[in-house]
């Protein structure tokens, strides 16, 4: 299958899935108890700095763990005190090698990366006010080739005052047919 098909048949995937979630967290959000404005933002956007940690890596042509630089940047809209939907991103800002070990790879294959660019459609759970829990679907973009990925997360804060909080996260994405990588992050959070 060429990148063309793949990126077509991945484009529909991601925009399947976000549609999904945004129509499941709306009904959703109706069964929630509603909560007055004074009460409740409904806006958030967040930026933050970490590292991507990929255990398939290959430096010298060695099998390597590595820990790459990112930036993340999500915006998320409060259906509720509980729910949320967003959009998050984030870039791994160097290029790297990693071994594909996919089923249909031949041994010693690599999957080589530049600078991917995650786009992900997520829902966000708030089982307590300090603590997240992240579930999305998207795509990571790189020159080379773009794959379909699953995130799931935490995301723990700590509140400043009504406006800001530092936000920590931590989140797998498992990669359809290519490699999987954790993030770490800490950021600040600008509620309105």
């Known amino acids: 299958m060429n990148h063309k098909k793949k990126f077509k048949k991945n484009k529909i995937a991601f925009i399947f899935c976000f ?103 997520a829902t966000t759970f708030k089982p307590i006010h300090q603590l997240g829990i992240i579930a999305g679907v998207g795509i990571e973009y790189a020159e080379e080739e773009t794959f379909t990925l699953v995130r799931l997360g935490l995301e723990p804060n700590i509140k400043i005052n009504s406006k800001y909080e530092v936000i920590f996260n931590l989140s797998y994405d498992l990669k359809f047919n290519a490699y999987d990588n954790w993030n770490l992050g800490v950021g600040i959070v600008r509620i309105f």
């Open 19 to 121: 549609l999904f979630g945004l129509l499941s967290q709306t009904i959703a959000a109706q069964n929630q108890q509603a909560v007055s404005h004074t009460e409740h933002h409904k806006n958030s956007f967040s930026i933050l700095v970490g590292h991507a940690h990929i255990s398939q890596g290959i430096q010298n042509e060695k099998t390597k763990w590595l820990a790459l630089p990112s930036w993340m940047m999500s915006y998320n809209r409060s259906l509720s005190k509980k729910w949320s939907i967003g959009i998050h991103t984030d870039i791994i800002i160097e290029d790297f090698v990693v071994q594909d070990l996919s089923r249909n790879a031949e041994e010693g294959a690599i999957i080589e990366r530049s600078y991917p660019i995650s786009l992900v459609a």
